[in-house]
């Protein structure tokens, strides 16, 4: 019996899903071809490790990217630039930049994946995300290109670090080329990957509110509003406190990168091993937050926390509705928001159950590597390389988890089937 493909129908949960287990694949394939090389080898589930990093913007790695050559830079690279856009965005994207139009049927798809949009407005959203990611990349690359060379590093070496540094940095991916991260460097360097990161984490919807729409309707969204406060909110107060617990031992600058990169970029500037125990719970709890939706970073997202957050406050005070900024937000939306949390939080839980049962690096590290990898952060402290082949398994899938999400797991299943509107009696439960 022969199955036409084109007989097959997959929602566009499905099709995401699918599109980034090709693309993980892909680049294992390319990580194997002989051109690319590593100065220690590379096997296969290093290779699939690596390749799932890349296309989760995770950053986390078993084997140092330092080692490997050019090409396998170029294609981690690529895969870090086509994860943190997104397939699906992306060939949307290329198709609209060739064709100068969009299918219906795409734009169904893009609109169904991305909530806070309109139908009307995705052919303009498709040309900014392309325009804002390479125009963003490209001064990035030319400010850490400056920052490099004031380093001590060549034109060239120093143009390679920064076009490689900016797709990380705006991508959330966390890959850098020195072992030792940013450690060490200076702050045009530091300051530039944190601008980039920030751009790349608040979301395309945001940007394109504050770039597009503000200028003829001069009003903000409950979306950015919640996004740009909780960002504000996030980045000052966890540097203050990560200075506080750090009793001055670090600057007020390496303070402020580890609170912007704890939220799904990966990089650091200081020895994660030194912190105290209070940084690297708080950094735990910023890296399972994340960056805010439709951005390239992960974690339950900056509108989930503010909204799960402020829910409880306003139950607490016996309020019914909450209400932010003069508007009510759906009880479907704080539904929503709850299930979101409660599923990373399952996730994080049987995933740190499972990587203790194989391993013995403690509760402390195991469970920031876990929410590191849900996060799709790429922050470690060190166990990654040392978890053995099943470690790396289990890394692996919630690195994927993290990237499409939970609730685009349990969309696999879902189908387009009338609800039956029944009103059942209403029961209180103790």
């Not at 090709?22 to 100065?39: A, E, K, W």
């Not at 030194?274 to 994340?290: A, C, D, Q, R």
């Not at 390239?296 to 503010?306: A, D, L, R, S, Y």
């Not at 607490?316 to 003069?326: A, D, E, Q, S, Y």
Request: net charge positive; aromatic share 14%.
């Amino acid at each position: 019996m022969k199955i036409k493909l084109s007989h097959i129908k997959l929602n566009p949960w499905q099709y995401l899903i699918l599109s980034f287990l090709i693309l993980i694949g892909l680049g294992t394939f390319f990580l194997n071809l002989p051109f690319v090389r590593h100065q220690n080898g590379l096997t296969f589930i290093n290779s699939l490790f690596t390749s799932t990093s890349a296309v989760c913007v995770t950053g986390l790695t078993t084997i140092s990217t330092s080692g490997f050559n050019w090409q396998g830079e170029l294609v981690i690279l690529i895969l870090m630039q086509l994860g943190a856009i997104g397939i699906m965005t992306l060939s949307s994207s290329f198709i609209l930049a060739v064709r100068g139009k969009i299918s219906l049927k795409h734009k169904i798809s893009f609109f169904r994946t991305q909530e806070n949009s309109s139908l009307h407005d995705v052919n303009g959203i498709l040309r900014f995300i392309l325009v804002i990611t390479f125009v963003s990349e490209f001064f990035g690359a030319i400010l850490l290109s400056i920052g490099f060379a004031a380093q001590g590093n060549s034109f060239w070496e120093s143009v390679h670090q920064g076009i490689f540094h900016s797709v990380s940095a705006f991508c959330n991916a966390g890959f850098s080329t020195y072992d030792s991260s940013l450690i060490g460097m200076n702050d045009i360097i530091k300051y530039t990957v944190m601008a980039l990161i920030i751009i790349g984490g608040i979301g395309y919807h945001v940007i394109y509110e504050l770039i597009k729409k503000y200028k003829f309707e001069k009003r903000l969204s409950l979306h950015t509003k919640i996004v740009l406060l909780t960002t504000t909110l996030l980045i000052f107060g966890a540097a203050l406190l990560i200075f506080i617990f750090e009793r001055g031992q670090v600057s007020i600058t390496d303070s402020l990168f580890q609170s912007v990169t704890a939220r799904t970029a990966g990089f650091n500037t200081v020895n994660l091993f030194n912190l105290h125990y209070l940084s690297l719970f708080l950094i735990t709890l910023l890296m399972f937050i994340g960056a805010s939706p439709g951005s390239t970073g992960g974690g339950i997202k900056t509108t989930t926390f503010f909204i799960v957050a402020f829910s409880v406050f306003k139950i607490l005070r016996g309020k019914r509705n909450v209400v932010v900024f003069n508007r009510q937000i759906p009880n479907t939306i704080i539904l929503k928001s709850f299930a979101i949390l409660s599923a990373y939080f399952m996730v994080a839980f049987f995933g740190t159950l499972a990587l203790l049962y194989h391993n013995s690096h403690g509760f402390l590290n195991t469970l920031f590597e876990v929410v590191s990898a849900l996060g799709t952060v790429g922050l470690s402290l060190g166990i990654s390389s040392e978890v053995g082949m099943f470690g790396k398994l289990i890394l692996i899938i919630i690195m994927f988890i993290g990237r499409v999400g939970p609730a685009s797991i349990a969309m696999l299943t879902f189908k387009n089937e009338k609800e039956i509107k029944i009103k059942f009696p209403e029961e209180s439960v103790y």
